[in-house]
């Protein structure tokens, strides 16, 4: 609060000296919901000044006194202009008008900040309407899914929403919800994320080029915002598919004033499933999601966040069975279950100092757990005997869970400045896996590694700096500590992006970003199981850390096209893997036992992307040439080998057409080299000295020997997805249909291989593929 008291001071004497300059600054929002809009431009034309909305809708903008035109625009949106004069601190809280309606339907083009102006590189965000335009798998919207669309970003398997983002692993993903980490961002063992596109307002993915702010990952950010809710009118959505259903309703508690929104997702095959079922089994699986946030404005000064999720897998099987031996009669029933998700609370308070200084104080709450079960009952009934009840059990579950404070300021002090700084304190509690074993028969019993506790803190300053026109930097550093069972790390990581424009409206672009990772993510190959156990640092596993450079070149032609081409080299290093046979169910030993440490990666490429982002038609053409190797002592020989994501070659196209009023087309195909894999190259009959039918001896067996670790590459992967939407007006508001093709063309991609024979006996290699062409259809309505 010292630091917050001094920065006032500072700023009054400021203006007292310059009392010439003023200060303009607000909110910038959606004119019919209130809805924050996320970067939207605020810029004056006169001397080419200007900033843009932070992740609240806030601005800040300082000028000299003078006839002041400001023009407000958005993507999307009708940019506004306000013209007034500037003699004193203003407050301007703007609001725009959507240029997307019923009945015009083409994006319009607006002034909005342009790619080669940006300090940033390696980023991209999405409009959640191009989102919800392209084709679906299975009918249902996936954010993940679009982002795997992006240069540098592969998907892993097939129908997977597993990000690999510039050669790094699934637990190097910084996912952020309302600014709070989730651990396991996927439903159906992959297939799906856990984020509902109707509740969300705004996506950003951060491949490189980090800004000092974010922390605790090595290859990428995805910050995702939730809507805030409509502060004028009730309103609502939702859509009926042939997996799951979903539902949003937001309005006002107090107009104006206090806003809300609920959002709910369920799949329910295993309820149409039910009555073909018999009455003694039971079994089934399901998903649900539930997204809530209140929004409340105390003053024009200070603004209240509540917002919450949560988020289930179960699978489960049950069965009762009935017999009789002689006069004894045994009931028996046996029961599985499995679930795995997510909770997370976020309270957040944005206060603004001054018009120059805004403020964000939030504490956080985020929790992942799995949970796998079993349980076997028997009663035993005799006449004249009194009943005999035996039982089994069994429970297996690991997790994480985080307990965190922030506070995040930003400070406007000329046009030229936006200067970033904060503080975080996590307190991490780690379940790497704990099995519990009741019966009986036996000793109640519990084995496994112990829960751990860590505590992690970190500090960041950053300045987003206009040196000249042409010259623009944002420099700053991120500084952490991490503290688990007496062992102690600390960190300093500088961050770099700068831009040079050019003539023609083209730019260059370098970066260099340090980062560190304090958790690691222990995980068994195949389908991103929710088996994957989170756990911390310590004295024998020590951080992940790498280190990123990246160079590019940026150009708009027209305010329409944006293209960008960057090359960039990442090393990676303390980077850890199950040992060979190792699993997450042995609980003889500890999980530190189980793995080989101090890997390192590297990983370096080209990224094309070429991007229309108005008119009738939008999308994008991407294009990745990139090379990721792995390299531990204990692994290969200690011989580097190629990364299980390594891919040559990705191609993306996603597009979106208008082709009538209230109807619209849209396209993706993308082309992928295929995954490296390990096969054996050699078989022969090896002796065992063991025991066997006939007694202890020597004994011959079929003995496999393998390659070089992922010296094979599968087969390569394409894929043509398809969608046609046509809506119509309503009384009550409209309903939308929607028909989606997966695989259009049917081709068998690979899913994984393995070893079978021919008609003669030979071995073979055979390919697995998992999803054929999938129509779907789906609709959807909105009030």
Partial sequence: MRIVLLFIFYLSFNTIIFSQKFTISGYVKDNESSESLIGASIFQPKNSLGTTANAHGFYSLTLPSDSITLVYSYVGYQPILVKFKLVNDTVINATMSSAVTLNEIVVTSTKAEEIHESTKMSSFSVPIEQIKALPAFMGEVDIFKILQLMPGVQSGNEGSTGLYVRGGGADQNLILLDDVPIYNASHLFGFFSVFNADAINHVELVKGGFPARYGGRLSSVIDINMKDGDMKKIKGEGSIGIIAAKATVEGPILKDKTSFIFSARRTYIDLLAQPFIQSQNSFGYYFYDLNLKFNHIINPNNRLYLSTYLGDDKAYAQSKSSYGSGSIQYDEKDAFGLKW???????????????????????????????????????????????????????????????????????????????????????????????????????????????????????????????????????????????????????????LSTRLLLANDFAIKASFATMTQFIHLLTNAGLGLPTDLWVPSTAKVKPQQANQWAFGLAKTYKSEYEFSAEVYYKTMNNLIEYKNGASYLSTDENWQDKVVVNGQGKSYGLELLLQKKTGVVTGWLGYTLSKSLRQFDELNFGKEFPYKYDRRHDVSIALTRKLKKRMDFSMAWVFGTGNAITLPVENYEGASNAIGSLGRGNYYQDVTFYGDRNSYRMNSYHRLDLSFSWWKDKKWGQRKWTISIYNAYSQKNPFYMDISRDNSGNKKFIQFSLFPILPSISYSFKF
């Fill in 341 to 495: 998700g997510n909770i997370i609370t976020a309270m957040r308070w944005n206060h603004v100092f001054h018009p120059k200084l805004f403020g964000n104080f939030s504490a956080t709450y985020s929790r992942y757990l799995f949970d796998i079960s079993q349980n076997f009952q028997q009663t035993q009934t005799q006449a004249n005997l009194p009943t005999k009840n035996l039982y089994y059990q069994n429970q297996y579950f690991s997790g994480i869970r985080d307990v965190a404070t922030k506070v995040d300021l930003e400070y406007f002090p000329t046009p030229n400045h936006l200067v970033r700084f904060g503080l975080q304190g996590i307190a991490h509690r780690f379940s790497p896996g704990v099995l519990t074993i009741a019966s009986s028969e036996r000793i109640d019993s519990v084995a496994g590694a112990a829960i751990t506790n860590a505590f992690e803190i970190s500090a960041y300053a950053e300045d987003d700096w206009k040196i000249s026109n042409r010259l623009k930097a944002n420099f700053g550093l991120h500084a952490s500590s991490f503290s688990v069972e007496g062992q102690h790390y600390n960190s300093l990581q500088p961050r």
